[in-house]
């Protein structure tokens, strides 16, 4: 039986939810702790406390360190759990914190943005992971983002798109990270929706094309986020 009964979330904008992640650990008994890093003081925080650290996405970038600070504090917390062999999942600038603390870069997409649902190719690899639940004949998946990072050299990957090749990952079965946003929700995207209406307004954004996408592919995709998260969850807290 999973041993996941503590969790710690780290949030970088009162927009960026855990949504479905959240729902999967409520049902499965556990207690969250959500961090709003943009104003927690770190310095009474043991990173390796909690039975599994979520990072979810953000806004800012991993080479923004010197603006937003805070994201020294959540690499070197991410960095300690990696090495002690204590889970970790990441959201979008979760999985570009995990390459970092991993030592790898982090920079801007050489292919400009990835935004709206998209399909996902799985590696053999993912064939016969967790990432298998979002195989392209089963869902597509949500993305927005607009950087993007070199894949750890301890790292397998599960899955890329045809715009960016490191959309899943894994290290070893107590980290998994996500480029794309496995874990929104319809309250999630209506957020989102509203924070777009400046893309909208310019005609840069077709935004009743990403909601009638969103209407047929999120159900899809929240039921494919349950069963990866909880068959995860059995594996890195056994």
């Known amino acids: 039986m ?17 949504g479905t992640i959240a729902d999967v650990l409520v049902d499965r008994g556990a207690d969250i702790a959500l961090i709003d890093t943009f104003d927690h003081d ?7 406390k909690p039975d599994l650290l979520v990072v979810l996405g953000g806004a800012c970038g991993i080479y923004q360190r010197d603006l937003y600070p805070f994201l020294n504090h959540e690499i070197d917390a991410v960095r300690t759990r990696i090495d002690a062999g204590r889970p970790v999942l990441g959201i979008c600038l979760g999985a ?3 390459a970092a603390a991993c030592g790898e870069d ?4 050489p292919r400009g943005e990835e935004l709206g649902w998209h399909d996902l190719v799985l ?20 993305q927005r983002h607009g950087d993007t990072f070199n894949l750890p050299k301890r790292a397998t990957r599960l899955a890329s798109t045809v715009k960016y090749e ?16 496995v874990e929104v929700t319809p309250r999630i995207m209506h957020s989102w929706s509203v ?3 400046h893309r909208a307004a310019s005609g840069d954004l077709d935004l009743n ?7 047929h592919w999120l159900p899809k995709m929240q039921a494919q986020t349950r069963l990866c998260l909880n068959e995860w969850l059995e594996q890195c807290g056994s």
């Open 2 to 18: 999973s041993t996941i009964r503590n969790v710690t979330i780290f949030r970088h904008s009162m927009s960026d939810g855990a």
């Open 106 to 109: 982090v920079y801007k997409g």
């Open 123 to 142: 590696t053999d690899a993912g064939k016969n992971s967790v990432a298998r639940y979002f195989d392209n004949t089963s869902t597509r998946v949500m």
């Open 166 to 181: 490191n959309q899943i990952y894994a290290i070893d079965n107590h980290v998994l990270a996500f480029q794309c946003h």
């Open 42 to 48: 770190f310095s009474g925080l043991d990173p390796l």
């Open 195 to 197: 924070g777009l209406a």
């Open 96 to 98: 570009q914190m995990i």
């Open 209 to 215: 094309g990403l909601r009638a996408d969103t209407d």
